[in-house]
Every structure is written in C-alpha cells, then in structure tokens.
C-alpha cells in the first residue's frame, strides 16, 4: 500500500526562532493526536539541525526544500545532500516550480540533484506541472510526461520508489486557486499511468503521488478522497500549527 503523506514547505517565510516554535508546536500537537497519514516539514537548510532536535522522528519527518546539483568543493552558498542528510533530515523537494523559474533549474540539472540526493540516503519529492499557458493549450499531460522523463525516469525501479510525486499545477500555486478534485485526479491518474508504463503496475501503484496548490484544510478532504492524490505538499498553509493540522486531519474524514 502507498503511503499517504502531508508534507510542509516552508519556503522562505520564516525566521529561525519561529521555524522553531511552529516546529515544536506541531510535535506537540501530533504528539496529542496521532496523524492518520505521514506528516513530512520541509524547511530551510539553516532551521534543519535545530528542527531535528525538537521533532519526534517517529512521528514527523524532515525535509529541505533544495539540495546543490554537485557533491562537494568550492561552491560558495552551496549545501549538498550529503550535509542535508548530516542534520538528520531524511527528503528533500527538488524540481519546485519555483527552483525550475527563478534559478533556471533545468531537468539536466534536477537529475543530478535527485542522483546525489538519493547516493546520500534523501528520499526526493519530485515537483511536476504546468503553468496557466500550457493548461489553457491543453498540454499538461505533456509537459508533466517530459518533466518525469527529464529527471526521474533514469532511474532503476529500487531507486524511483524512494520518489514521492508532487503534482503542482503553478497557476495554483499561492494563488488561492485550487485545481478541483476532478481536474487534479484527472492528472494524477495520468501521472500513475506513466510510472505504470515505465516500471509497471505495481511500482506505480506504490508511489504516492501529492497535490500542491493552494491546498487548505477546507479543499483537502474532497482532494484526498480521490483514488489517485495521496496526499499534499503544503506551501502558506503549512506556516501555521492549525492550518497544517486541519489537513492532516483530513485523513481522518
Ligand atoms: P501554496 O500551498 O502556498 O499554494 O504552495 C504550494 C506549494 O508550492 C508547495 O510546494
């Protein structure tokens, strides 16, 4: 069976002492009420060690929200995988919408990040979609195809199931347009098509494959009752306690 899983990213929203508090807030309250799914934060590389020591491991696990594309060297500003992993952190996103946009992360560049990435012991959740332009032409099948064959779909299948799969549309992304529960599993079912393809039908039915978009504790529970959408990948509603909980708590509807 698939995981299901509500995973956080903070982007760059908050300070240290403030990824610490809603760190340990959300350790507290998931302490008290145990999540019916997996709960992932993925957070700033300066807040990962710190958060570490406040997070059960058992009950909520870590992740960065990028990772360098080479090992290790004279890389100035860089943080490679292997030093994300030191933190005690155990995924990183790559392939976000934004990365790909304002860094010009091309898929070259996201394969390496998810090959080093997955030599340090990360496991990836790998942001796919498409943009309003290519929506309205029609093309977002295409273009989440490409984007899997860019970077992802080189790997052996013991490697693709340590992917977990972020569907993103990016005209959903913090724009209070949510993809409907139709339209995103119309996608995601797509999406499970091509890893069936690639590596048959039992890899693709183990892969969890996550929506992100202006996700909310009021949209999650019709999202996530869809066959295909195993969850989400949460930006501004993973910034507070009871936000976040809210859509964790949608699996327990
Ligand atoms: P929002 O939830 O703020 O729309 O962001 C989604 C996202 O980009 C998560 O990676």
């Known amino acids: 069976m698939r ?5 956080g990213n903070w982007k760059m929203n908050l300070d240290l ?7 340990k807030e959300l350790n507290e309250a998931l302490t ?5 799914c997996d709960v992932v934060i993925c957070t700033p ?4 060690a710190s958060v570490a020591s406040v997070l059960d491991a058992n009950l909520i696990g870590l992740g960065a929200e990028n990772c360098a594309d080479k090992e290790k060297g004279a890389y100035t500003g860089e943080v490679s995988a292997k030093m994300v992993k030191s933190t005690g952190a155990q995924y990183v996103i790559l392939g976000h919408s934004e990365r790909r946009e304002y860094y010009k992360e091309t898929p070259e ?3 390496e ?9 990360l496991k990836v959740i790998f942001c ?10 029609n093309k977002q099948n295409e273009v989440v195809k490409a984007e899997l064959e860019g970077s992802v779909f080189n790997l052996s299948a013991e490697d693709f199931a340590k992917i977990v799969i972020a569907y993103e549309p990016i005209w959903a992304i913090g724009t209070g347009k949510t993809a409907t529960a139709e339209q995103a599993e119309e996608i995601h079912a797509y999406i499970r098509g091509c890893v069936a393809e690639k590596y048959g039908a039992e890899v693709a039915e183990n892969t ?7 996700c909310k504790a009021s949209n999650a529970p019709e999202l996530f009752a869809k066959p295909d959408i195993d969850g989400g990948l949460i930006g501004g509603a993973s910034l507070k306690c009871a936000d976040f909980k809210g859509i964790i708590d949608a699996w327990k509807k």
């Open 3 to 7: 995981k299901k899983i509500v995973a």
């Open 17 to 23: 002492q403030e990824g610490i508090a809603l760190a």
């Open 32 to 36: 008290a009420e145990k999540p019916n």
């Open 45 to 48: 590389f300066i807040h990962l």
């Open 109 to 111: 560049i996201l394969k």
């Open 113 to 121: 990040k998810v090959l080093l990435a997955l030599a340090n012991g």
């Open 128 to 137: 796919i979609g498409e943009s309003l332009e290519e929506r309205e032409a």
């Open 208 to 214: 969890s494959i996550l929506y992100g978009g202006s």
